[in-house]
């Protein structure tokens, strides 16, 4: 047979191609070929290392391979995710991640794309929240709250813990209350009970064992629908504020390139391993629910978490540091 100088030519042209392609091929097959790294952009113990450590046994032993957390904490998670957007985009390296994660893109500037650099590949669970005042605060309801946060916003201050809910609260409320930072929630909570802060939105774990023994006062949770640990506290929606939705949550991130095939076992994996009874009962343990998704739909939460913190941090005209 004649093989002509087109064809050679065309058949060089074509065998990068042929070699990526079976690359690709080649590591979708091999997945895991080793040990995978869970970095958790956090100190341990929070919400995101727990829910790494509960995956990462079952994980394991569906892929026959040692699934390893790693916490590398610091710059508000961006120092851990960090490392996530520059390694190799072959499954081996991933992350569990919060809130925390959308929140710092319109206030910090990331040495990643939050969206681009390292996509969401499965949600993990959610946390609800509830806004609570002390037991002796003069409000009784989110409305009554909100006429002392225009009438005297001295009296209506609000508790940050690093996230946006105060500015979320004035933007939707069209109050100009101070935020009185604290280096966590529970370091809050002796102010709020004593009435030397008026109030917080913080998660249903934290708040429940206070608000059942009245050391708390819950007003409103910005969930969906009434939580069934609190089922006379009325949602924002409910009292005319249908926008202010929210939750802490926890999702899985990869490197951008992973293979779309690589990327759709790992949430399924993630997702299967989500229903297993003990694993949702230890969740539900810290007040989670589990959620599984697939990839594209983890990707569309987070965009929409993005442009949500990013339009409250506008509002609030904060600027990136």
């Known amino acids: 047979m004649t093989i002509t100088r087109r064809s050679t030519l065309a058949a060089g042209l074509a065998a990068p191609g042929l070699l990526l392609a079976g690359r690709r091929a080649a590591a979708q097959a ?4 080793r040990s995978v790294r869970v970095v958790v952009p956090f100190t341990p ?3 995101a290392d ?3 450590r509960l995956l990462s046994e079952p994980l394991s032993q569906k892929w026959g391979q040692p699934v390893v957390v790693e916490n590398r904490a610091g710059a508000n998670g961006i120092i851990g995710t960090d490392v996530v957007a520059k390694a190799p985009a072959d499954g081996h390296t991933l992350a569990v991640t919060s809130i925390v994660h959308a929140v710092t893109a319109p206030l910090y500037r990331t040495p990643y794309d939050t969206l681009k650099d390292v996509p969401a590949i499965s949600l993990i669970y959610s946390v609800p929240l509830v806004l609570v ?3 002796d605060y003069p409000a009784n309801s989110l409305a009554e709250l909100i006429a002392i946060a225009k009438r005297d916003p001295a009296k209506a201050t609000c508790v940050g813990t690093g996230g946006l809910y105060c500015a979320m609260f004035n933007m939707m409320m069209g109050a100009d209350i101070e935020q009185i930072p604290y280096r966590g929630s529970s370091a809050a909570h002796p102010d709020l009970m004593a009435g030397r802060v008026a109030f917080i939105v913080d998660t249903l774990p934290a708040t429940l064992g206070h608000i059942q023994t009245g050391k708390l006062k819950a007003l409103a949770t910005p969930s969906p629908a009434r939580l069934p640990q609190l089922p006379d506290v009325p949602t924002m929606g409910e009292l ?3 926008d202010f939705i929210a939750s802490t949550w926890g999702v899985m991130l990869a490197p951008a390139g992973l293979p779309a095939a690589t990327a759709t076992r790992i949430s399924a994996d993630v997702a299967e391993v989500l229903k297993q009874p003990a694993v949702k009962d230890r969740f539900a ?3 989670a629910e589990v959620i599984g998704s697939t990839p594209e739909e983890a990707q569309r939460f987070v ?6 913190w990013t339009d409250v941090a506008a509002s609030a005209k904060i600027e990136k540091q």
């Open 30 to 33: 091999a997945f895991p070929s």
């Open 45 to 47: 113990g929070g919400a």
């Open 50 to 52: 727990i829910a790494a």
């Open 133 to 135: 005042t002390g037991p």
């Open 240 to 242: 005319g504020f249908p």
């Open 285 to 287: 343990a810290m007040g």
């Open 303 to 308: 965009a929409a978490e993005v442009r949500k």
